[in-house]
């Protein structure tokens, strides 16, 4: 297996518990918070998949998504179009109410930039420096493995919610 098989991988199971986590959900399904606090199904995998659109074409030199495609305008967010859900509070991630298929709509799009972006990538290019502004600077092998975590713990978490939701008969 070579880094771009690898790094396809990682990102299509991904995708798997995106899909478990909201395939089949209402948006008040979508919306339930565990605690008044906690963060939403749609959040989490809103997050996700931003910080993934963001993060890829930052480090690939492209542009997001998100507003290239005209997500955002979907959306119909309140918040910026930079904002990816970092240091947000928990009123702005009760914003998020969409419904499953644009949630999944939007995952499956960047799932897809992400596919072409990462399919010619060789273990020479992981070490290529993406963001100078950390001691050390990151490089592309870092930056994709720090969103391939980030994005496996939030979709683990917005499995959990679903879980807790519907077993409470939401």
Do not use: C, K
Request: aromatic share 8%; proline share 3%.
């Amino acid at each position: 297996m070579n880094s771009a098989a690898l790094l396809a991988d990682s990102f299509g199971r991904i995708r798997e518990v995106v899909h478990e986590a909201v395939e089949g959900l209402t948006v008040e399904a979508l919306t339930a918070r565990v605690d008044p606090d906690a963060n939403t199904v749609a959040w989490l995998v809103w997050h996700l998949t931003r910080i993934q659109d963001d993060h890829l074409a930052d480090a690939f030199d492209t542009g997001q998504l998100w507003s290239s495609d005209g997500w955002s305008a979907r959306f119909g967010l309140p918040f910026p179009d930079r904002a990816t859900g970092y240091g947000q509070t928990t009123a702005q991630v009760g914003e998020v109410r969409v419904t499953a298929d644009l949630l999944l709509g939007y995952h499956d799009a960047v799932h897809a930039r992400t596919l072409d972006l990462i399919a010619s990538v060789t273990d020479a290019d992981l070490d290529r420096v993406v963001d100078t502004s950390w001691d050390p600077p990151v490089t592309l092998g870092v930056r994709l493995v720090s969103v391939i975590a980030d994005d496996l713990q939030h979709a683990g978490q917005a499995a959990y919610v679903r879980g807790v939701v519907e077993r409470r008969g939401g």
